[in-house]
């Protein structure tokens, strides 16, 4: 019971963890999402014939362009408060971009109230590749015209992530965040992550302040190729190391996720991608920002990037809970306060030079555990900090303290050096930040 926060005991005052609270607007806004809205977006992207790059931008019925403008469009009708462009770029023939192109991002921005600095981004591509083959000699090469020229469903690769996409654009713009929610519909993926590499690489020069980046690629079916079928499953990649920005914001998709959606199960995996591939969220990762990618479990390797990436091979029940996933995450993190700071700066008495670390010490005892953080940004709504730990092999944080509005926490007889510590912020709905760690800074000088 809510009710009872905090009761008075000799003085003291034990105000009541909100941590694991369910948010109700969090509920709310998963069980919106509609399976049927996602399957008609599904239907509708591969009604374009192809969505390949090097497409007619211009034909109003086949190609990327008429692909673009009907995402547009449809992102424009969910609410006057979505900000929806075409992000455009001109991209010179270079590796695989086999010709000068015009490459369009589509974007929606619904921006924030108390912390709109801060962005979360939901993203997917809506290009499609269909690769035709032709013999050179003994050779079997891509045919580069017939693979522009070829019909190119991409449904499950990638019309899922992009209906996801836009299906939580519509869901969310219903509602007001603290932070701001950007949707993108991204562009030439197939051709070298094009789109998305342009994208990133302007965020990271206009120092934008990016909390997670939720790539949706190939979320379109449960079945695999050899019968296997994982329907209560999503995959969750994040790039090393283990306590990169991208590994704790993956934790933090497992953590909250599943807490709203617990019918599905969200196997995180502790690399980049799969296997010679890759996907929208790398340029983000490699940016410096915290970016993960959602893929289904049961991959059907025979109908990627060919004919057969239909809809009638797809399921777009599986594409809503995936999607279910995404509006839990995305929206708990829009509302959420920033991650405590947890650095601080000290300067060195040989070289004079100013040096950042984790503002973690062994106390005054030198055997215990001492965190110090401060908070970030002005949070009107800050209930306080919980700390986390876990062992440093240990792939989730196995406990948890809750400290209240503190800024400091001591664990008594505890090595610093043995474990991982971290902490968050919380608000009174229950809202968590994403885990700030303490982590040991490389130094430049030996
Ligand atoms: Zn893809």
């Known amino acids: 019971m809510r009710l009872t926060i905090g009761f008075f005991l000799a003085g003291f005052v034990y105000a009541q963890a909100p941590m694991k609270a369910l948010h109700p607007r969090v509920e709310k806004i998963v069980e919106e999402v509609s399976a049927e809205r996602v399957g008609a977006s599904m239907r509708r992207l591969e009604s374009f014939g192809t969505r390949n790059l090097f497409s007619s931008l211009t034909d109003a019925k086949r190609g990327v362009g008429a692909a673009a403008r009907w995402i547009k469009e449809e992102l424009a009708s969910y609410s006057p408060r979505l900000q929806v462009r075409i992000d455009e770029h001109d991209v010179k023939k270079a590796g695989?971009?086999?010709?000068?192109?015009?490459?369009?991002?589509?974007v929606?921005?619904?921006?924030?109230?108390?912390?709109?600095?801060?962005?979360?981004?939901?993203?997917?591509?809506?290009d499609s590749l269909h690769i035709v083959r032709k013999k050179v000699g003994e050779l079997e090469r891509m045919d580069q015209e017939a693979t522009v020229a070829a019909d190119a469903p991409g449904v499950s690769d990638d019309a899922s992530g992009t209906a996801a996409v836009m299906e939580l654009a519509r869901v969310l713009s219903q509602y007001e965040f603290e932070k701001t929610l950007v949707f993108v519909a991204f562009s030439g993926e197939e051709y070298g992550l094009v789109g998305s590499g342009l994208y990133a690489r302007r965020a990271a020069a206009e120092k934008a302040t990016i909390d997670a980046v939720l790539n949706n690629d190939i979320i379109g079916n449960e079945l695999a190729g050899n019968g296997r079928t994982a329907g209560a499953a999503v995959r969750v990649f994040s790039e090393d190391p283990i306590d990169s920005p991208s590994r704790t914001l993956a934790r933090y998709v497992k953590e909250i996720g599943e807490r709203y959606v617990p019918s599905m199960r969200v196997d995180l995996v502790f690399?980049?991608?799969?296997?010679?591939?890759?996907?929208?969220h790398t340029p983000f990762d490699r940016a410096g920002f915290p970016a993960v990618r959602f893929t289904t479990t049961a991959e059907f390797y025979a109908n990627q990037h060919s004919a057969t990436d239909t809809f009638a091979n797809a399921s777009p029940a599986y594409t809503a809970k995936v999607a279910r996933l995404n509006a839990a995450v995305a929206a708990a993190l829009a509302w959420a306060p920033p991650p405590p700071d947890v650095l601080t700066k000290s300067k060195s008495v040989i070289t004079g030079l100013e040096t950042v670390g984790p503002n973690l010490s062994r106390g005054k005892s030198g055997y215990d555990a001492l965190l110090k953080w401060k908070e970030q940004g002005d949070v009107t709504d800050l209930a306080g900090f919980a700390v986390v730990w876990r062992e440093s092999v240990s792939p989730y944080w196995q406990k948890e303290f809750w400290v209240g509005p503190g800024k400091e926490f001591r664990l008594a007889d505890v090595s610093i050096d043995d474990i991982v510590l971290g902490v968050k912020a919380v608000d009174k709905e229950g809202n968590e930040s994403p885990v700030a760690v303490y982590r040991i800074v490389p130094r430049l000088v030996p």
């Open 108 to 126: 929606a921005v619904l921006p924030g109230t108390t912390q709109k600095d801060r962005q979360v981004l939901i993203t997917g591509h809506y």
């Open 271 to 280: 690399r980049a991608d799969r296997f010679g591939r890759g996907g929208d």
């Open 96 to 106: 695989r971009v086999i010709r000068d192109v015009k490459l369009w991002n589509v």
